[in-house]
């Protein structure tokens, strides 16, 4: 079924390479009772000659049986589906209907306007990239239309149409429509939608519908089918970073491991590196396999079959993430829960918590408030009941990999499932990750140094690096902090480069200014500590009592020292900078290890000797004793 | 001159296939926003004007199509989408089964699981419940596709049925139907412990369909219960089923009779001959056309049989199936007819002629 064209008759083969290439949009619409979204897609069914001639017979009997509009077609009768509602007039669940157009297909979720079938609502938004809301104009803007739109933004859709509907009704006057649209701006201001389309319609009559109505010369803006027709919806999901939820392990025989899976977002190239949550392993793409062939670059929305360069572990539940953009993880999460069941929420009840490809045991542990659709007001409550929304702390039997909802829909999104009836009770929405000490009890908390910290499932500590000029100091630092984001903790590097620029800049390398500069350095590195940061500082620090009073301002508990010892010849052969060479020739002055001193710490914390590893081996050393120390909880390698 | 009419020729083109409207591509290309349209009515312009036009038409188009080159057409969509369903059931369901009716939804189902597995073959059998009364061409061709694809097949005959000898013609469609397919199907399923039952059923093909989920949860009856199904948001599937029930899956759902066609020419996928148009031997009966398929079909002294070109627009069982003339013998053909004409796709079923709820009311008892 399509748009009828010529060319079906005259060159069937020409018609179908035409159609191959249609795009595709699914988008939802939304209205109360009797705002006439069941008329609006019947008429986009009927206008676009969608109906075949037994389905027009079967609707016409029926609109003098039980239609609305005498003895005129009820096209709302092509839509509503169930015996039941069509007894009843109205529609009780979500029903999707098709249209095609030649250049688009479209899915429309229908869904009810009804009080308390929000859950069908958000059901339809959920896979919708357009939300299509209807207005009568002769009503205005209704606490349903808010609550429809709510209920959209909530659910991420950022691209909504209002179609003010029954013009006819009030002779297209203008200002009434204006007026409408007013209104609507005003109270959608905070719904995060990125585009807001008004469009004056008669879903009866067919104004502005699909094409332009004489009706309403003042109206400069598309007809809703035009706007359908050509509305982007697919540039975010392109630009966003690449995440891969593994499905399934695609093992024919011995010598082929691939993982299955759709791109939930972003693009992947041959050879990209990934990282894989949750064991936080790297690797290249080897293949993009698919049945008609190997490609050489995939998109989000496309099933693919990967393979690594690699042999890693990988299995159903872990996500293959772009290597610049790593999955944060955690366990404890607020999100936005939509309670869809009879059965109300119990907090602390264990559900089934399913996110794209993972299932984890999980309890509302606090549920913060809920919200009051009718004017977004937050009410404190104990439980959620049927079509409530709700905000809470979710807790995790283990850590999942994820991205907040209102960047990425796949990977934010989760289903709750009963243990024993197995039915979705509720869905959510993560908002952030959250984590907080098991032994501290519910009472509201003052923000300080541990919270912060335990925000970032990590304990804080300044990693001091000392060492030779041209000793490896910078090279081992930077492999620590890539290991360290790998394994989502939160860092940041101190090092001459940074603060030498900005705010040391008045700092020559006298001895003075020598200790004035690891003073300066010491109370900043404090302060990032005190933020929960795993805080690298990398300086020769030439002196032990500087090295000391910075270690006296963490304290023994935060600050770990790491010598990194190469000898000066070694060093000095290596001269990366050109620096040595310059000291000799006198045109640096106080150049440490030439003719300024530098004193070995006595007992560091970690010491390295680059005559006997890596760096790549110094990096796991620290590592391996951070872990066994406890500044990385949860730490999973 | 005929550089303006080349130039308004790809910018139509270019319009088209953005979504740009003429005079948005007007300002960018020409600074100015009705000049195309005066262009287009027989005005002029300069040579330097025309080229700096065409310089920013190349890299439009170049950036467009680019990017164009990743762009997922409508059937590209379905496909991923039915491929992520088959997947997500058989990494989570214990039994999984694939039920091949050996239409051309079924037939491009089973493209699909080839497909969705690739290079693995699919990790679940084909079960096919045979009604006995199907098309002799129909068992040839799924015999010979199961094997060719590599994977294992079971047919399910109601032994109760068959045992009483219970066929269309003797018992009526409805006892025939309930007993032959409806019956058989929960007999084979509840057999093999099957808790997942892979289903080309779509969304476009009847109202009440249109409601239903793409995993539609299934009672340890089979019963499927309209008014209370599983909310189903974003592509996550609940699978999870307790013991005795099962989760049907519709990978087509959101498929329309002409994706499907359109699929089976663009994977130039195989489907059975009887879609096409031949010289066939019909009897009518009741204003429909009905296939002399073997002896079984009872021949009254009023019955002429007549050779007559005719196809099927559904397969099913050879009594209950009406043919219709026509003279689509390729595939093109039919997909033409198809689109030209004005009665939708079940009208050849006889099933659901009863009433306008019946189908609903079948599917609550189990029918698939």
Request: charged share 25%.
């Amino acid at each position: 079924m399509s748009y009828r064209d010529d060319l079906i008759e005259t060159d069937i083969s020409a018609y179908l390479n035409a159609q191959e290439n249609k795009s595709f949009l699914r988008f939802i619409t939304c209205g109360s009772v009797d705002d006439g979204k069941s008329t609006l897609i019947g008429r986009l069914l009927y206008d676009s000659k969608l109906i075949y001639e037994d389905q027009l017979v079967s609707i016409k009997k029926e609109s003098k049986k039980s239609g609305t509009q005498g003895d005129a077609v009820d096209l709302a009768l092509l839509v509503d589906g169930l015996a039941a509602e069509r007894e009843q007039g109205i529609t009780i669940d979500v029903a999707y209907q098709f249209f095609s157009t030649n250049k688009r297909k479209f899915i429309v979720a229908d869904t009810p306007g009804h009080v308390q079938y929000t859950r069908n609502m958000a059901t339809g938004a959920s896979t919708s990239d357009v939300a299509v809301l209807l207005i009568d104009a002769r009503y205005g803007v209704q606490e349903q239309s808010r609550r429809h739109a709510y209920i959209v933004s909530l659910l991420g859709v950022k691209q909504v149409v209002v179609a003010i509907n029954k013009m006819d009704l009030i002779d297209f006057d203008q200002s009434i429509f204006n007026t409408i649209e007013v209104n609507f701006r005003k109270f959608a201001k905070n719904l995060g939608f990125s585009d807001i389309t008004f469009i004056p319609i008669s879903a009866l009559e067919g104004d502005n519908v699909i094409t332009l109505s004489d009706r309403s010369r003042w109206y400069k803006g598309p007809s809703l089918l035009h706007f359908l027709e050509h509305v982007d919806v697919e540039k975010n999901t392109l630009e966003l970073p690449f995440r891969f939820p593994v499905q399934w392990v695609n093992r024919p025989n011995l010598d082929f491991r691939g993982f299955s899976g759709t791109i939930a977002s972003g693009v992947i190239n041959l050879g990209d590196s990934i990282i894989v949550s949750s064991s936080g392993k790297r690797s290249n793409v080897k293949e993009i396999v698919t049945h008609a062939g190997n490609l050489k670059t995939a998109r989000e929305g496309m099933a693919i079959t990967l393979t690594l360069k690699d042999q890693i572990d990988i299995s159903r539940g872990d996500i293959i993430s772009s290597g610049n953009s790593p999955m944060a993880q955690a366990d404890q999460f607020q999100a936005h829960i939509l309670w869809m069941n009879e059965k109300e929420l119990f907090p602390g009840r264990q559900y089934l918590l399913k996110t794209a490809n993972n299932t984890v045991l999980a309890s509302v542990s606090n549920l913060k408030y809920k919200i009051d659709i009718n004017d977004f007001s937050e009410v404190a409550v104990k439980t959620l009941a049927l079509n409530e929304i709700g905000v809470a702390t979710l807790v995790l039997s283990a850590p999942i990999a994820f991205d907040a909802y209102s960047d990425n829909r796949k990977t934010g999104s989760l289903i709750i499932i009963d243990r024993q009836t197995n039915e979705t009770v509720g869905v959510g929405m993560l908002d952030f990750a959250l984590r907080r000490a098991s032994n501290v009890v519910w009472q509201e908390l003052e923000v300080n140094k541990l919270i912060r910290a335990k925000q970032k499932n990590q304990n804080p500590a300044l990693l001091w690096f000392t060492g030779l000029s041209g000793s490896g100091k910078s090279t081992i630092a930077n492999l620590l902090e890539k290991r360290l984001l790998d394994l989502n903790r939160h860092t940041y590097i101190l090092d001459g480069d940074n603060l030498r620029h900005g705010l040391n800049r008045d700092l020559g390398f006298t001895k003075v200014d020598r200790v004035e500069n690891i003073r300066r350095v010491s109370e900043v590195a404090s302060l990032m500590v005190d933020a929960g940061l795993i805080t690298i500082a990398s300086f020769i620090s030439p002196y032990k009592a500087e090295r000391q009073m910075a270690r006296n301002l963490l304290g023994d508990k935060f600050f770990i020292e790491i010598f990194i010892n190469t000898p000066l010849d070694v060093a000095e052969s290596r001269d990366v900078k050109g620096l040595y060479a310059k000291a000799r020739a006198g045109e640096i002055k106080n150049f440490t290890g030439i003719d300024s001193e530098y004193e070995n710490p006595e007992n560091p914390e970690i010491e390295i000797d680059t005559t006997k590893v890596s760096a790549n081996q110094a990096s796991e050393i620290i590592l391996s004793y951070l872990k066994d120390n406890g500044y990385l909880s949860g730490y999973n390698l | 001159m005929s550089t303006i009419k080349e130039f308004l020729v790809r910018v139509d083109a270019y319009a088209a296939t953005s979504g740009q409207s003429i005079s948005t591509l007007s300002r960018k290309l020409l600074n100015d926003g009705k000049g195309i349209a005066r262009l287009k009515s027989g005005g002029q312009c300069t040579l330097k004007t025309l080229n700096t036009a065409f310089t920013r038409l190349d890299k439009f188009e170049n950036e467009f199509f680019g990017k164009n080159n990743l762009n997922m057409s409508h059937l590209e969509r379905l496909e991923a989408e039915a491929i992520h369903i088959m997947r997500e059931v058989v990494a989570q369901c214990e039994n999984p089964v694939m039920l091949y009716s050996v239409g051309k939804d079924s037939s491009v189902m089973l493209h699909l699981a080839v497909k969705a597995f690739y290079p693995s073959r699919p990790p679940f059998p084909l079960m096919h419940v045979d009604t006995t009364w199907k098309f002799k061409e129909m068992i040839k061709f799924r015999d010979r596709r199961a094997k060719e694809v590599g994977m294992e097949l079971i047919v399910h005959i109601n032994p109760d049925g068959l045992a009483k000898n219970i066929g269309p013609f003797t018992h009526g469609s409805a006892i025939h139907t309930d007993i032959m397919k409806t019956q058989a199907l929960k007999q084979a399923l509840n057999k093999y412990h099957f808790d997942a039952a892979f289903g080309g059923a779509r969304r476009d093909e009847e109202k009440s369909r249109a409601k239903e989920r793409i995993l539609s949860f299934r009672s340890a009856q089979h019963r499927w219960d309209a008014k209370n199904q599983r909310p189903e948001l974003w592509d996550i599937y609940n699978t999870r089923v307790n013991k005795g029930e099962s989760i049907r899956a519709f990978p087509l759902s959101n498929w329309t009779e002409l994706d499907i066609w359109q699929y089976i020419y663009r994977e130039n996928i195989e489907i059975p001959d009887l879609y096409l148009s031949k010289k066939r031997p019909v009897v009518e009966k009741d204003g429909v056309l009905i296939l002399v398929d073997d002896d079984r079909m009872p021949i009254g002294p009023d019955d002429i049989i007549k050779e007559k070109m005719v196809r099927f627009r559904t397969l099913g069982c050879y009594p209950l199936t009406g043919a219709v003339e026509s003279k689509a013998d390729t595939l093109l053909d039919v997909i033409q007819e198809m689109l030209l004409t004005t009665t939708s796709e079940r009208q050849g079923r006889i099933i659901d002629l009863d009433s306008d709820a019946s189908m609903e009311q079948k599917k609550e008892e189990g029918y698939f």
